[in-house]
């Protein structure tokens, strides 16, 4: 497959302008630094195998956004699921699993992780990216009520987490950098 020296010169500067804040996007939902970088990379990579359609469609970037989200979700699942693996693995002693140290001083990266993905994945586009609701939708393919109720929710349970403090720090972009 050819591609135009205008198509390419038009994907590179859509890669140089959002490529940061698509790695950093990945970075708050999955709390890992290496895989953000690989994610966005990902993410990019199947974007310019669809330039020629994506390239005229209304909003690019939201859709850059979607492909994240979901290759984020599916590192998370595909984590989780090897972390159950490994303990159904070792817990064939008669031990039982210990259970999170819930006295840990947790930041808010370790909260954020600590959320179910929908939840955390509004709260970050809402305050860490400072997206509105409906670009929040957009990038995530869900209803605009559905994110006005999954941040609302999330917020509420970084609050039982962090304290009402730090949630309002996060909420107004103090303590998210």
Not at 35 to 52: E, G, K, Q, R, Y
Request: with cysteine.
């Amino acid at each position: 497959m050819s591609r135009s020296s205008d198509t390419s010169a038009e994907f590179h500067e859509f890669f140089e302008r959002h490529y940061a804040e698509l790695a950093r996007f990945a970075h708050l939902l999955t709390g890992e630094t290496e895989a953000a970088d690989d994610l966005a990379s990902d993410a990019l990579v199947s974007l310019w195998h669809h330039w020629d359609r994506l390239r005229s469609a209304d909003h690019p970037l939201a859709y850059a956004r979607g492909v994240v989200a979901n290759m984020a979700r599916e590192r998370i699942r595909s984590a989780v699921r090897e972390r159950r693996r490994v303990a159904l693995f070792w817990s064939r002693s008669p031990e039982q699993v210990e259970g999170p140290d819930l006295a840990a001083v947790l930041d808010v990266r370790a909260a954020l992780v600590r959320l179910p993905f929908r939840k955390r994945a509004c709260v970050v586009l809402r305050h860490a990216l400072d997206l509105s609701e409906q670009e929040t939708a957009a990038a995530l393919g869900i209803s605009v009520g559905t994110v006005k109720s999954q941040t609302s929710k999330g917020l509420a349970e970084l609050e039982e987490i962090l304290g009402a403090r730090a949630v309002g720090d996060f909420a107004t972009g103090r303590g998210n950098r």
